[in-house]
């Protein structure tokens, strides 16, 4: 069993979020400390278009909540198919950003500690991109609760989460150890945080949801991604 995740870790890992907001875009986009090759770059981009399509393909439609929207490349991509989104993130660096870049008066902001926040109503789907590997395992239940609560009877939900792999992080990041929670993530100007990062084995995480209610098929891309679609 891992150890436990202090709280302190939680309270440093969102005031990383925050000041990584205008940097974070470097991670998906591949560039500077992130830049892995031209050939690990080429790979990435193309599974990650993988799961952009399986997520088009998958037709989320209705009222969606995203969970964690960061920046916005998720949330872009969503507005295509969905008629309203609430877009919940602790963030208040991340929603002004993502806010400039979808500009669309579909999408409703609420800053508030995932760890915390409680669904006041029920939605068609929920989404959430590179959040669950952030969720300590001992909450992992607790958060699978809040899912079912938050979704209507036959709502879908779709995920997409990293896998372990070194080239997905930064040069000067190590992915933490078997069984550990956490690792050391740090910001272009040097300063280092301690953050939660947890890997799933697809099996035993579809297993998971299926306990809280859900069908889920969770896949996984060749190299870098986790995905799961499915429904209440």
């Known amino acids: 069993m891992s150890q436990e995740v202090p709280s302190r870790v939680l309270d440093e890992m969102k005031t990383y979020y925050r000041e990584r907001a205008n940097e974070y875009d470097e991670w998906f986009y591949r560039r500077g400390r992130y830049d892995r090759s031209a050939q ?3 790979r990435w981009f193309a ?4 799961v952009f399509a399986a997520l088009d393909t998958f037709q989320m439609q209705g009222e969606l909540l995203e969970l964690a929207p960061g920046t916005g490349i998720w949330t872009e991509r969503l507005l295509k198919t969905v008629n309203t989104l609430t877009a919940v993130d602790a963030s208040a660096e991340m ?3 993502n ?4 500009n669309s008066n579909r999408v409703e902001y609420i800053q508030a500690d995932l760890f915390a926040w409680q669904p006041e109503r029920t939605y ?3 989404f959430f991109g590179f959040w669950l590997s952030h969720i300590p395992l001992e909450r992992l239940d607790r958060f699978l609760d809040m899912l079912a609560a938050a979704l209507r009877p036959g709502g879908k939900i779709f995920f997409v989460d990293g896998r372990r792999e070194p080239t997905s992080t930064a040069v000067d990041h190590q992915l933490p150890e078997e069984g550990d929670q956490m690792m050391t993530r740090k910001l272009n100007d040097g ?3 301690e953050i939660v990062k947890n890997f799933y084995d697809p099996v035993e995480l579809a297993t998971r949801c299926a306990q809280h209610g859900f069908d889920i098929a969770v896949r996984e891309t060749a190299t870098y991604f986790l ?3 499915g429904k209440k």
């Open 40 to 42: 690990s770059n080429a």
């Open 99 to 102: 806010r400039a870049r979808v």
């Open 95 to 97: 929603i002004a950003i």
């Open 227 to 229: 995905y799961g679609c």
């Open 124 to 126: 068609d789907g929920v």
């Open 191 to 193: 300063r280092a945080f």
């Open 47 to 50: 599974e990650a278009d993988e």
